[in-house]
């Protein structure tokens, strides 16, 4: 049996519509290899993972020598070396008074802690999120998650729940136009907190950038806006970065581009540069109001994946990748912008740095061309390249490459976009 005959009999895949069919065998840097020699561009990043690259060898080195000396020692119950020096980097690197981290092993795991943390701290019991957001696959990770087609056949879901309409201006939920909108979106969370909660709300969660909902891009001032309603009510910010950090938008942390410091913020993916790690950090004294017995997990804060994270924190400072995110970023809208204007079916370019979503549409109602964008991707793929599709739609193509991308490879990867289009496009 080969490992396609093999996922069919021994692995859980009904919940996905389709595995693309390409068995990744090694990767370095930008660039993967299938079984039979096969080269492909990566500009998904294992979802947005590898921002030091695939097989980093400062990263390996790392956990390589780590490896030799200890895997797992339970990092809650005896003291680990590489999880206090990877926890005090995170304080160093993270917005504001943010400075004490708990290790997970997964995004939702962050994300459920963070939750957990703001109802100890505050002794409040419910959550305000936005529409269209993700924040995983666990129960109340998806309770927060503003898309049902994340949470179908999963209900009842957590209550204490309430949702603010996603800053989501290329299809604004109040038919505005931003900036005479006065983002009227996030004023609106003074309403949801009045006739939607109990007024017993312990924290807002947000992504700065809405990854899985499209690459959706908030106006510069969403955050301080909601920010002030929040002061006002003592309600917690908890920033989900799991998708957006790591230098991903430009900066460390993506919430640095809109000038507000979260309270707690989640982190995953490209903490470690693709060993599995997950943790949230937040101000000291919200970090304390944990008391004994309240959390924990077994492998969380692992050595193997610590060091790796530690030396992929270093990368991402030596190597400046903020910087070269930003750069990159702009190549690609550089030679996406000629597309834009030849087909009519690309409605926007939006994102930061190297987190860029394109959105496709059908026509002048912006009826999402969620096929079209499915076509693509599989096009890219058979000519090697990996990109995504996904959006709370389905129409969103994502370009979320490592950040180390050679402008060769990113030239090579836009050339296989542009006859995508092309080919999908003159098919109609
Ligand atoms: N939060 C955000 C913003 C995400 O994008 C994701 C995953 O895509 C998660 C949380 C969940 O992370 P994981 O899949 O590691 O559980």
Do not use: W
């Not at 009510?233 to 581009?257: C, K, N, P, Y």
């Not at 969380?300 to 030396?311: R, T, Y």
């Not at 050339?415 to 496009?425: G, I, P, R």
């Amino acid at each position: 049996m080969n490992t396609v005959e093999k996922y069919k009999k021994f692995v859980i895949t009904s919940m996905v519509d389709k595995i693309q069919p390409v068995v990744i065998e090694r990767a370095r840097g930008a660039e993967i290899l299938d079984g039979e020699g096969k080269t492909y561009i990566d500009c998904f990043s294992g979802i947005s993972v590898v921002n030091a690259g695939h097989n980093n060898e400062k990263v390996m080195e790392a956990a390589k020598a780590q490896v030799d000396k200890l895997i797992h020692c339970a990092s809650y119950i005896y003291y680990s070396k590489p999880t206090a020096d990877l926890a005090e980097q995170l304080a160093r690197i993270a917005p504001g008074r943010l400075q004490k981290t708990f290790f997970g092993n997964s995004g939702a795991e962050a994300v459920e802690g963070a939750l957990r943390l703001a109802k100890a701290f505050t002794g409040r019991t419910e959550f305000i999120a936005l529409q269209a957001s993700f924040h995983g696959r666990s129960y109340a990770t998806l309770s927060v998650t503003g898309n049902s087609a994340r949470k179908r056949r999963g209900a009842p879901y957590m209550p204490g729940c309430a949702f603010l309409p996603a800053p989501y201006c290329y299809r604004c939920f109040y038919e505005l136009e931003y900036p005479s909108c006065r983002l009227r979106c996030a004023r609106a969370l003074e309403d949801i907190i009045r006739f939607d909660t109990a007024d017993h709300v312990a924290a807002f969660i947000a992504e700065p950038l809405m990854g899985e909902g499209g690459i959706i891009t908030p106006p510069a001032e969403f955050f301080l806006e909601i920010e002030k309603t929040l002061k006002k009510h003592g309600i917690l910010f908890i920033d989900d970065e799991v998708q957006s950090g790591f230098a991903r938008t430009g900066r460390m942390f993506a919430i640095e581009h809109y000038g507000v410091e979260p309270d707690i913020m989640a982190m995953a993916k490209g903490i470690a540069d693709g060993f599995p790690l997950g943790g949230f950090i937040a101000r000291e004294e919200i970090a304390d109001s944990f008391r004994p017995g309240d959390h924990l997990t077994t492998f969380g804060g692992n050595p193997v994946s610590c060091a790796a994270g530690l030396a992929n924190i270093g990368v991402l400072e030596e190597q400046n990748l903020a910087e070269a995110a930003v750069k990159k970023g702009e190549l690609v809208r550089t030679l996406l912008s000629p597309l834009m204007d030849r087909y009519s079916m690309i409605g926007e370019i939006r994102g930061k740095g190297l987190m860029i979503g394109i959105e496709l549409v059908r026509d002048a109602h912006k009826t999402p061309a969620a096929s079209e964008a499915g076509r693509i991707r599989d096009f890219c793929l058979a000519n090697g390249v990996l990109i995504g599709a996904g959006g709370v739609y389905g129409n969103v193509i994502r370009i979320q490459p490592p950040l180390v991308i050679s402008e060769t490879q990113i030239r090579g990867a836009l050339d296989v976009m542009q006859t995508a289009f092309q080919k999908v496009v003159s098919s109609e």
